[in-house]
């Protein structure tokens, strides 16, 4: 009749005190109903603690404030600003909402694992509150993210490390990167082009790239346009000149007293074939570097300025490093990359023959 475990307080009292060691322990009906009728003692826990309530309120505090940052996020008008300012705001903005957002989220989680750890017993209000600021932490904090990753800072570019490599710095120190910024297409980021320093003039320096292209093709002039030099200077810049199909190569003029170099033509550019090795510069943006590669077609057309023609390498280029220049292993210039082949993943290049550079050099002359 008893249960497993259950004793008998009655039965086991007359036992202990029967005082003979062998004794006849009559279990009854009576004794066990007396038994099952006691209440179980209750565990006694401590109630909830107020900083388990705390903590989400707080959380749910600073999920309100990054809504906020969102909001103003997307109804910022740059107008007015300069360019550079514009993206570094919008990813301030976006740098903060990630971050007080991540530090909601484990403000919401430590009242249940402050909870745990100390044996706390969370009430259902509490329970609710915790997971309301878990779940609105975690959505603003997935929207942050999203905002801070189509931002970018306006940067400068770092002075490239050679390593005592005269061909590499000769290169570099002419090469820049240009930022075109244009709240109409993209209120975030600038878009990028690399080029070279052609020319340098008494005040002035020429740099040769590839335009910037609407959606039709057609060359644009962005609103603000900046050059970032090798030796860390960032410049205003202008477009003199930009020609779409077929040659895709733009004219860009820096007032400034001080160039760090310039590059060379290669006299016959049009005479490279497949086979030849050529070096290329991709985006410094991302480190300066020389990429090796191998021209392994060409493509050639008579165009209004002549025939013109398109090289593949296999340089391995991304869409970040249009513009980037392609030398021969001397150095001279041979052309500038347009594009990216997307079955192949090879470049695309333009050459610079003589009767385009001839154009450019009349460009400068007429704007000089």
């Known amino acids: 009749m008893l249960k497993e475990n259950q004793l008998c307080p009655n039965c086991m009292s007359k036992w202990a005190w029967g005082g003979a060691p062998n004794q006849v322990v009559t279990i009854t009906p009576e004794a066990v109903a007396a038994q099952d009728s006691k209440p179980a003692a209750k565990v006694q826990r401590r109630r909830t603690s107020p900083l388990s309530r705390v903590l989400p309120v707080v959380s749910l505090v600073l999920s309100a404030a990054v809504v906020g940052l969102l909001i103003y996020f997307f109804k910022l008008n740059p107008a007015g600003m300069p360019g550079q300012q514009v993206m570094n705001r919008f990813a301030n903005i976006a740098t903060g909402g990630v971050i007080l957002a991540g530090l909601g989220i484990v403000l919401g989680a430590s009242a249940f694992y402050l909870a745990r750890k100390r044996n706390y017993d969370l009430q259902a209000s509490a329970r609710v509150l915790g997971v309301v600021s878990i779940i609105l932490g975690m959505g603003v904090f997935g929207t942050a993210v999203f905002c801070w990753s189509i931002t970018e800072r306006a940067t400068s570019l770092s002075a490239p490390k050679t390593g005592g490599d005269d061909l590499l710095q000769r290169l570099s120190s002419a090469t820049v990167v240009i930022r075109a910024y244009e709240p109409g297409a993209n209120r975030y980021q600038s878009s990028k082009r690399e080029g070279v320093i052609i020319a340098n003039e008494v005040g002035r320096a020429w740099i040769l790239t590839v335009p910037f292209l609407d959606g039709s093709g057609t060359p644009m002039r962005p609103s603000e346009l900046w050059v970032n030099f090798s030796d860390g200077r960032t410049l205003p810049g202008q477009i003199r000149f930009a020609q779409g199909e ?106 610079v023959n003589s009767a385009i550079a001839s154009l450019a050099e009349k460009a400068r002359g007429s704007k000089g």
């Open 246 to 351: 077929p040659i895709f190569l733009a004219l860009i003029s820096v007032d400034t007293d001080q160039s760090p170099g310039q590059i060379q033509f290669h006299p016959v550019p049009e005479a490279v074939i497949p086979g030849h090795s050529v070096l290329v510069i991709p985006n410094p943006l991302n480190g300066w570097m020389v990429e090796k590669g191998t021209v392994l077609s060409r493509a050639s057309r008579r165009t209004i300025l002549g025939w013109t023609t398109v090289v593949k390498a296999s340089s391995h280029l991304g869409p970040r490093d249009v513009g980037s220049a392609m030398y021969d292993e001397s150095g001279r210039l041979l052309g500038f990359m347009v594009g990216v082949d997307e079955n192949t993943g090879e470049g695309q290049f333009v050459i």
